[in-house]
């Protein structure tokens, strides 16, 4: 199965500042097949991204995602209050679907 | 509006049965796939397995084969995810999410999770 690595494990940063999320695969992911989400305490998970870089409705421009084969990142041009959250990246190419462990972006 | 809604914490000895449910609404619950995962602190979800609940169509990680049963009632938009017999090991927090096929596609609505607690 593929393991997907999350890094950091946390990320400490003041509103405002960008925040940049790596998910890297132990192996290439099929039709670059990732998703990314985000969950707050006692929360669903709310899906942001999929498709290594396409925005789920009404999650906001300031979310934005790239990268292909093993290689991800999630990236917060500016984080609001709201942002500071676990963010957890997903492959879905191959079965069994894999997650990462989290980062979590916590406020300074 | 879609909304996936968990049946609320549980706490259970070793040996004993569970059933925990997910129902579903606004949306056609029959159409889409609702898959279960487990986190257990301080590792990944895990993806135990999915089914579709027009046809009952259950397809599992090999590593939950036999482990849980995955069933639904799409006369009443619930899925349900169940245990004949808890181990410590099944303690950690469960998930629903809907995908919209079987391949190549993607959770975008989950259930608040349910926490199972299995100690003696």
């Known amino acids: 199965e593929i393991v997907l690595t999350q890094s950091p494990g946390t990320l400490s940063l003041s509103p405002g500042e960008r925040a940049t999320l790596s998910c890297r695969a132990s192996?290439?992911?099929?039709?670059?097949?990732l998703a990314w989400y985000q969950q707050k305490p006692g929360q669903a998970p709310r899906l942001l991204i999929y498709g290594a870089s396409s925005r789920a409705t009404a999650i906001p421009d300031r979310f934005s995602a790239s990268g292909s084969g093993t290689d991800f990142t999630l990236t917060i041009s500016r984080l609001e209050p709201e942002d500071f959250a676990v963010y957890y990246c997903q492959q879905y190419g191959s079965s069994p679907r894999t997650f990462g462990q989290g980062t979590k972006v916590e406020i300074k | 509006e879609v909304q996936l809604v968990q049946s609320g914490a549980e706490v259970k000895k070793p040996g004993e049965s569970l059933k925990i449910s997910c129902k579903g609404s606004?949306?056609?619950?029959?159409?889409?796939?609702i898959g279960w995962g487990r986190r257990v602190p301080g590792k990944g979800l895990e993806w135990m397995g999915v089914?579709?609940?027009?046809?009952?169509?259950?397809r599992y990680n090999p590593s939950f084969q036999g482990q849980v049963t995955i069933s639904a009632d799409k006369s009443i938009s619930t899925a349900y995810l169940q245990w004949s017999s808890l181990k410590a090991a099944d303690s950690a927090t469960y998930y629903c999410a809907r995908q919209r096929a079987y391949s190549s596609s993607f959770p975008d609505y989950w259930g608040q999770g349910t926490l199972v607690t299995v100690s003696s």
């Open positions: 192996q290439s992911i099929s039709g670059n097949y």
């Open positions: 089914i579709y609940p027009g046809d009952s169509d259950t």
């Open positions: 606004g949306y056609s619950f029959a159409s889409y796939w």
